[in-house]
């Protein structure tokens, strides 16, 4: 069965520092992985994702994230955050080629964003 | 471009009541998702369907149930409504074929409230 676990529950920033936001999975098969945002009271939105390819993939809002196979990690990063910035972040497996399988989520990391 | 679109967006019940959810996935979108969001939550997988077949079942109580119908909308049905049963329904829709990206694309949300 996968699983993903989120280093940190919380992760203050002052505004224009990075951050780097921890993701690892455990899987026994190849997998999609995704990063989602959720600002409050708010549906959940794709920042990125991983299917193939180049490891290192580009996402909306200057975000970024790195995949490696050999660490099993997906850590999202932006440069410089921002006060919009603030808000749940959740990584994401699921399973490689499977209809109706379902994406399974980490417990979500809160970025909180200061000036 | 057309989102997943679920009704209604709130929802408040007793307790021992009945509610129903409704998603009407993106056009074309053949595969759909019910995830439940506590407060302060990540979402958990409850049940998926693909071309109108249960596809794949997680932590759905017995109290509830759901189907796919022909033109690919799906309803939650939810009895004997409890407290804890308060929280965030998120549907979510993909197209489901082998070769799928895996991507799935959430709506908004409906919120549950038992009092």
């Known amino acids: 069965a996968q699983s993903v676990t989120q280093l940190d529950s919380q992760v203050p920033v002052f505004e224009e520092a990075p951050v780097e936001l921890r993701c690892n999975y455990s899987?026994?098969?190849?997998?999609?992985l995704f990063w989602y945002v959720q600002y409050p009271n708010q549906g959940l939105q794709l920042l990125l994702k991983y299917l193939s390819g180049s490891t290192l993939v580009k996402g909306i809002n200057g975000f970024e994230a790195e995949f490696n196979k050999s660490q099993t990690s997906f850590h999202l990063r932006k440069p410089s955050v921002h006060i919009s910035d603030t808000a749940e972040y959740f990584c994401a497996v699921s399973v490689l080629n499977q209809a109706g399988t379902a994406l399974i989520f980490g417990k979500g990391t809160t970025l909180s964003v200061s000036s | 471009a057309a989102g997943v679109i679920q009704s209604p967006r709130h929802l408040i019940k007793e307790k021992r009541e009945t509610a129903t959810l409704k998603c009407y996935p993106i056009?074309?979108?053949?595969?759909v998702y019910w995830y439940q969001q506590g407060p302060g939550q990540d979402p958990q997988f409850l049940i998926s369907f693909y071309e109108k077949m249960q596809s794949d079942k997680g932590s759905i109580p017995d109290r509830f149930s759901a189907q796919q119908f022909s033109d690919y909308h799906s309803e939650l049905n939810m009895s004997s409504l409890e407290l804890g049963d308060s929280a965030l329904y998120f549907c979510?829709?993909?197209?489901?074929?082998?070769?799928?990206?895996?991507?799935?694309?959430f709506g908004e949300g409906s919120r549950l409230t038992v009092l």
């Open positions: 899987s026994s098969v190849s997998v999609y």
């Open positions: 979510a829709s993909r197209y489901g074929t082998s070769g799928s990206s895996g991507e799935l694309f």
């Open positions: 056009p074309r979108h053949d595969t």
